[in-house]
């Protein structure tokens, strides 16, 4: 009777996980964004959890997928025809803050703004749990409150400012860099200071213009909802794509969970050409992408044919993701593509070198598959990236800005006759690989984890029941201060008042002498 209890509690603890109705909200109009998203939501899906998703149109997957159901909008003109990325890269950090801020409000109250969007809020829908992804959209946070439902947030760039502060995880800018610096975690004095005002000034800045504009979204559209300073540390789990075969070791308090490497699949076959193509690379040959985002046909003329140049000098077979038909001065040993299966490529063992924008995925799939890389860092967080990469070992960075023939050819040839940057990839992606479990399975398993135990409270940190100056304990320093200052005070005039009471030597030698 013991057993068959037994089995019916274990029956019971699965059930209560599986089954659950979960809104993905997934807005970022870039494919890798979408990528990362796609992958947690669709596994959900096979698992049996009644899935929506809000998601730009363009992402709606081409065949139904069972327990999935999209919910979509329109991406607005300027994302296709006015931003160009490639400018971002002369942005100053200040002008960096602005420009997210605007592009965080923008972005969050059109997904808001959305028909589709209104008619679920409107509907007698429920869910028990929403998963969103974190981009400049804390009014997001507002869908949680609304279906009184689990709040898991996923993070597509590891930890930062933003994932720190609404998890109450502890922060130094002492060797946690700023994803907008281009710095890694070993900073010298200059940039520890740089590093520092950073952080304070997009801190003032979050907290005293991103979070109230933000908030003002979520009530036009959430109303009756707290505000949003409350709410927004109102998360169950936070999923982190990173991992410390890629990022330096930083601390996470219990419900921040590293899942990097988690949208990288098993390798596949090639396409029959590129197979050739590839196995006949005698020499080696070099992967050129930069990435989703970045399109090589809007790159600076002058960049383009200072790589052009080194690309003509080498024995190397080159593949370039190039999105228009004709490439000007197109070098004999450079093949064009206007879309690649990066990951397969990167598996193919002729593979060399892999230069890449230094975005989050394609670092990740390079260390996956022991690749070496050479970064062209354009915006967000890839000057980062690349940094890391070259404090790591595995890769060597050139500025997109001051690109030149000279500075792309010493990098290139550099990866490529030094063999320590393939044995540091190749080291790299052995810790990768050496994980108890999946990357996906590790989400999973803890997605369903906090549906299990009704939002796993327990894992929350005391640190959110704190204000900041509690956090850092500066009223425990006032304090103790005070208290310093006040027995120093105290004993000062004790001593004052005992020299002035005490008689000198005159007044005692002028005393008269009682006669007898």
Known sequence: MSSVSAILVLVLLVNSAFGAKILGIFHAFAYSHQQLGNKILYELAARGHQVTAIIPAPFVPKTPIKNYKPVTFELPDFVHDKLDLYKESERGVLSKFIFMDVIGVVFTEMVFNQ?????????????????????????????????????????????SRWTDFQMGNPINPAYMPDILLSYSSNMNFYQRLINSLTFLLGTI????????????????????????????????????????????????????????????????????????????????????????????????????????????????????????????????????????????????????????????LSTTEAIYHGVPIVGIPVFGDQ???????????????????????????????????????????????????????KPLDKAMYWIEYVLRHNGAPHLRTSALNLRWFQVLCLDVVLFAAITMFATIFAIYKAIVITCRRRPTKSKLKNKPKKNN
């Open 115 to 159: 028909t589709t969007v209104q008619e679920l809020l409107k509907s007698n829908e429920q869910f028990d749990m929403v998963i969103m992804e974190q981009f400049i959209n804390e009014a997001f946070k507002g869908f949680c409150y609304h279906y009184k439902a689990h709040c898991v947030v996923v993070s597509t760039i590891g930890t």
């Open 205 to 360: 800045h979050f907290f005293l213009s991103s979070l109230p504009k933000q908030n003002e979204i979520m009530q036009k559209y959430i109303p009756g909802a707290p505000h949003l300073n409350e709410l927004y540390y109102n998360s169950s789990l936070m999923l982190l794509n990173s991992h410390t075969s890629i990022n330096p070791a930083v601390p996470l308090v219990p419900n921040m969970i590293e899942i990097g490497g988690f949208h990288v699949s098993s390798p596949k076959q090639l396409p029959k050409d590129l197979q050739e193509y590839l196995d006949e690379a005698k020499d080696g040959a070099i992967y050129f992408s930069m990435g989703s985002n970045l399109k090589g046909k809007d790159m600076n003329e002058d960049v383009r044919n200072a790589i052009l140049k080194v690309f003509s000098k080498l024995k190397h077979k080159v593949l370039w993701k190039w999105e228009a038909d004709v490439l000007p001065n197109q070098p004999k040993n450079v093949r064009l593509g206007k879309w690649f299966p990066q990951q397969d490529i990167l598996a193919h063992p002729n593979i060399k070198l892999f230069i890449t924008h230094g975005g989050y």
């Open 383 to 437: 000057e980062m990236n690349v940094a890391t990469a070259e404090i790591d070992g595995y890769g060597k960075g050139v500025s997109y800005k001051t690109l030149t023939e000279e500075s792309f050819g010493n990098a290139v040839n550099e990866v490529l006759r030094n063999p320590k940057y393939r044995e540091n990839a190749i080291r790299r992606s052995r810790i990768m690989h050496d994980q108890p479990m």
